[in-house]
């Protein structure tokens, strides 16, 4: 034997390592007993609901559920919602009474949920009314580390028994609790219970979803909450549960006093370690007082709580809990029945005690520490293979997360123990609030600890000088940085996915534009079709007027600009209206339509009195152009005097089109009337009555003495 000092720079403390083989105070597997797994099935009976069919394992004629009281077993194994899926895990506890040679103690079941539809039973009872069976094959069993190996073989025997459409052939399952007892009695169930094998979703998934929150749960276990999760999918709630503890360096392999609060088994057993061999991982564990036992008197571990068991969730006796459900019903009762909620439907917490809140508070250093975690999963990430780095290497890998936690909970308690010294000596020490380092743990989570169960453990069962053995540190101790800076406000751009957004942005802008431009197209095409019907309409219903003027043969007129084409109208040419018949401030579109009617009034009278019709498609005298087209596209096109002045002998002309009709709409909306814009001039030839059917608002009179009329606003 040889014995090594070790001297810590802050106290001068002296701290005596005996480096010698030993037993661990604790054995490695303290709650492995010699039960043997039980397999049962669980069936959804369309008027009692869920029930126990059947055993396989028990003794003959005796049911385990009424043996062991578990009245509560048929709604663990069937969760909420397990019908929207077609495989479902259910993961929970059980506790097994005392009985002659063994204490009272946890068991742990694990079921996969199936269901097949009722008309492909090759034998169909009486008692199936449903349109589906609903099924779950059970697993009972001592611990939950070989789960993870039980899931993948549970998976298969559940699909091959449903395979076989007949439920009363229950061969397959006999054969499968056998094979698990013939492990059991060989010992193999037990070698892969001591191996650091873990179940649950992996950690570097853990991690990846929830980032520095991850921290947040951990902190929060160690404080003893109540703590709900809630999930709509029972695999995955529970899952994340058993990963979260696993965090905890040996808490999985000591879980015998998590299925009811009245156990307290391993406090009793437990004793401080005296000695400590450095090269043996599991006797510096036991040293350093670990697994801290979050689970002991006044606290349970349910990963799925169905809602018959809420009743032990409020009982007095109840101090902590961490419990999973599916049923939204715990949601609008959350502040009741937790001081914390994990959301992993939307991947939130809500955290319902204050004080909670401000002791879970991450300090710099936390931060620092978490994102670099993170930082290292997220570099090797692969969306195919998300339990395994990309880069296959040790960082990153679910290996490096557990030693990284490790690392950190063993500076924790190392920290927290010269902290308490000191306190202790804060008289003859000086500077203790600078040389404190649980200070970048976070003061206020320390005394929060300091109330809880696990720490009163903990502390009264390892030695004083802790700190000795293992530096009280911080694994990234240090306060705010501008590279902490900048590392935060990069990973929040990134959660941001702002270049994801902004190419949706160009996407959905670049549709709208597309989307704008065909409308508008649309629009202005139905405009011009209507506008040039209404053209149509207004030439016609002129031709009428004319005519009917020249059959009464009554007009007369006079050189002041006063007119009477059949004695019922007059007017005078200084553009007033009536103020009864006009509106007092036309709108452009108004002013528009008017100036378009008059206009074709005044283009019918034209080419009804000029001999436009006549000289159609031929060339006026003196005109050195060409000749009117003649094709049937082109007759179609008017003619629009450009000038704006019709007694300029020269008048230029163009064929009326799609963007002329725009230009045109567009120049009569700042103008007030025809005949008044820039080019000043009044018309040649006399109107005809505007048709009141197109007035929209404005008035017009004929005006014949001076050869032109004029639209009065």
Known sequence: ??????????????????????????????????????VTVVGFHHARGPEVESWFGAEEGVDPAVKYGWTLLPFMALSDGAHASEEDFSYFTLLRPETEHEPATSLFGISCTRQLDSSQLINRPADVTRSTVQKAVVVIADSPQFFGMLRQRLSVVTQAWFAQREFTDVEILHRFQ?????????????????????????????????????????????????????????????????????????????????????????????????????????????????????????????????????????????????????????????????DIIINLDDNTINITSPSLKTALALTAADRRWIDNLTHAVNDTWDESNPSTPKTMQYAGSEEYIRAQFEAYIIGLISSVKFHNYLTTNAAALRNTAESDPAVDFGIDWVDAWARTENYRMWDAHTDTNLFSVSEPRHPCAGGLTIE???????????????????????????????????????????????????????????????????????????????????????????????????????????????????????????????????????????DQTASMPTSPIEKDYQFVNMMGSRGNSTEAYRPMTQGSFSESILSAADSDRPGTGSSGADASAPLTQYPREFDDGFHEESVVGNGGAKLRD
């Open 1 to 38: 034997m040889s014995t090594d000092r070790i001297k810590v720079p802050p106290n001068g403390v002296e701290f005596k390592t005996i480096l010698s083989p030993i037993t661990p105070t604790i054995p490695t597997t303290p709650f492995l007993t010699s039960f043997t797994p039980l």
């Open 178 to 338: 056998e094979s698990l007892a013939d492990e059991k009695s060989r010992g193999i169930l037990q070698e892969e219970a001591q191996r650091d094998q873990y179940l649950g979703m992996s950690l570097r998934e853990l991690i990846h979803e929830f980032k520095w929150q991850a921290l947040v749960l951990l902190k929060c276990c160690l404080l003893q909450p109540k703590m709900l999760f809630f999930g709509s999918r029972c695999d995955r709630l529970c899952m994340v549960q058993f990963s979260l503890i696993s965090l905890i360096p040996g808490l999985i392999r000591n879980l015998q006093d998590c299925a009811d609060p009245e156990l307290n088994n391993h406090e009793k057993k437990l004793a401080q370690a005296t000695s400590l061999q450095s090269s043996n991982r599991n006797s510096l564990l036991t040293f350093m007082g670990l697994p801290l036992q979050i689970f002991g008197k006044g606290s349970m571990f349910g990963p799925y709580t169905p809602l018959q068991q809420l009743d032990l969730l409020a009982d007095v006796g109840t101090k902590s809990y961490l419990v999973g459900s599916t049923n939204s019903l715990l949601l609008q009762q959350k502040d009741r029945y937790s």
């Open 484 to 622: 902490d800076v900048q590392r935060r406000i990069a990973e929040q751009v990134k959660d941001l996915h702002l270049d994801e957004r902004l190419a949706q942005g160009r996407d959905i802008l670049g549709r709208n534009f597309a989307a704008g431009r065909e409308k508008a197209s649309t629009m202005l095409n139905r405009l011009y079709n209507d506008m040039e019907q209404m053209r149509e309409a207004q030439r016609r219903r002129a031709e009428e007027a004319a005519k009917a003027n020249g059959a009464n043969g009554n007009g007369n007129s006079n050189g002041n600009g006063n007119s009477n084409g059949n004695g019922n109208g007059n007017g005078n040419g200084n553009g007033n209206v009536d103020a009864a018949r006009a509106p007092d401030t036309p709108t452009v579109s108004s002013r528009a339509s008017a100036y378009m009617a008059s206009w074709t009034s005044w283009a019918g009278e034209k080419r009804k009195n000029s001999g436009w019709g006549a000289s159609w498609g031929k060339k006026k005298a003196g």
